[in-house]
């Protein structure tokens, strides 16, 4: 009887010692976890994928729709219309008549077009990221910012929408520092919507 008990006892210790050194295995990962499918990988042996490129799709401002709203004028061949969501000034802006007909001809051509990504207030004072999403039939990244100022509750594109510095226009230097603040707000979100944009490459 006792040898009875000696052998249970050391078949109970080698299935200890088995038991102990299966884990030490599945610990280095030389064996796979017990939730582990056959076949399957080891999660740490996938490539992480790249994230998707996505566009912006955050709720325009209303400046931005102001600016959207200039756009499919111009689209539609509405200059005159166009033309009254470009803001008054003191003095009259250079060349104003000719950039709009400039971007309303651009256009026209199928090959070319821009978007509204996202845009900033600042009281009666804004920017809009628009992107050169199209040129000559290619997809292109060129972002670029428009200025705004709301008049008599309106926002308005300035004469030379990416120039807030213009001596036409008349700004004190409150108004141009308020620009310059809202300039900083889009020099620092371009990288991150162009991120953002697909077929971006960045």
């Known amino acids: 009887m006792n040898n009875t008990i000696y052998r249970t006892m050391a078949i109970a210790v080698m299935l200890l ?4 050194l299966a884990a030490e295995k599945e610990e280095a990962g030389v064996l796979p976890h ?7 990988e080891p999660a740490t042996s996938r490539p992480a994928s790249r994230p998707a490129s996505r566009p912006a799709t955050r709720p325009l401002l209303p400046s931005g729709l102001a600016v959207k709203q200039f756009h499919d004028l111009l ?11 470009i803001a008054t000034s003191p003095k009259p802006v250079r060349d104003v008549d000719r950039r709009i007909k400039r971007l309303a001809e651009a ?10 990504l996202e845009s900033k207030e600042s009281g009666d004072l804004a920017v809009v990221l628009i992107n050169d999403f199209l040129k000559d039939g290619r997809k292109t990244i060129d972002i670029k910012p428009w200025y705004l100022i709301r008049q008599e509750g309106q926002w308005r594109l300035l004469g030379k929408y990416t120039d807030f510095e213009m001596a036409e226009y008349g700004f004190d230097a409150e108004r141009i520092k308020a620009y310059r603040a809202l300039e900083d707000w889009s020099e620092r979100r371009t990288p991150e919507l162009r991120r953002e944009q ?3 490459g960045c």
């Open 107 to 116: 256009l026209a051509n199928p090959g070319w077009d821009f978007a509204v």
């Open 34 to 40: 017990a939730e582990s499918k056959p076949g399957a």
């Open 75 to 85: 689209k539609a061949g509405q200059r005159e219309e166009a033309a009254k969501l």
């Open 17 to 20: 010692g088995i038991t102990a």
């Open 198 to 200: 697909p077929d971006c």
